[in-house]
C-alpha cells in the first residue's frame, strides 16, 4: 500500500502493541482541540510536489488518516504549505509579473528566473484566485465614522513649503 500517487513508499497501521506508532484515537488541532476521529493509519515519508520559487520540490512529512477519508498533515500548517500546486512565493511572483504586463511576458519572465514552473493557463489562474479577494479588503477596510469622543491628530513639518525672505 503506497502513500500517495506520486511514490511509493509503505504506510503503517498503528496498532496497540509497543511498536511506538501508537496514538490515541483522535487527531488534535493546533489549539489542543480535539477533532474528528480517525483510525489509526500513519503514513511515514508522505511526499508531495511543490512548485516554487527554486522549481519544483519533494516535500515529505508524515501524515495521519482514516480508511476512506483524506490525509492529514498537522506540518503543512507549520510549514505554511498552500493547498495547492505551487507556492506563496511563486504566487506574489506571478502577479506582480502578470501587473507589469500580459500574461505571456509574465510567463516568460518567470521561466527566466525559476525554470520551467508555471504554465500561461496556470498563471491566469493564480492571478484570479488571488484577486478574489481585493473587494471584502477594501470592504474592510472602510474607516469608521468620527465622533464628538474621537480624537483627530494632525502633523505638519513645513519642509514642503519654500519660506522666502524679504
Known amino acids: ?9 509503505p504506510i503503517w497501521i498503528c ?9 490515541s484515537g483522535r487527531a488534535w488541532s493546533r489549539s489542543g482541540a480535539r477533532t474528528a476521529r480517525f483510525a489509526r493509519i500513519v503514513s511515514r515519508d508522505h511526499c ?3 512548485a516554487c520559487v527554486f522549481g519544483t520540490v519533494t516535500v515529505t512529512r508524515t501524515a495521519w488518516r482514516g480508511r476512506s477519508m483524506n490525509n ?3 506540518l503543512d500548517a507549520d510549514l505554511s504549505l498552500p493547498a495547492g500546486l505551487h507556492s506563496h512565493g511563486l504566487r506574489r511572483l506571478a502577479v506582480t509579473e502578470a501587473v507589469r504586463g500580459s500574461y505571456d511576458q509574465a510567463k516568460e519572465a518567470i521561466d527566466r528566473r525559476c525554470g520551467k514552473v508555471l504554465g500561461k493557463r496556470q498563471a491566469e ?3 484570479v484566485e488571488a484577486a478574489r479577494d481585493i473587494d471584502s479588503f477594501y470592504l474592510a477596510r472602510v474607516p469608521m465614522p468620527a465622533t464628538a469622543s474621537t480624537a483627530l ?8 513649503i519654500v519660506m522666502v525672505r524679504r
Open 15 to 23: 496498532g496497540s502493541g509497543g511498536s511506538g506508532n501508537t496514538r
Open 153 to 160: 491628530v494632525l502633523q505638519v513639518d513645513g519642509k514642503g
Open 48 to 50: 508531495r510536489r511543490l
Open 1 to 9: 500500500m503506497s502513500c500517495c500517487g506520486c511514490c511509493s513508499r
Open 72 to 74: 492529514v498533515c498537522p
Open 125 to 127: 489562474r493564480l492571478v
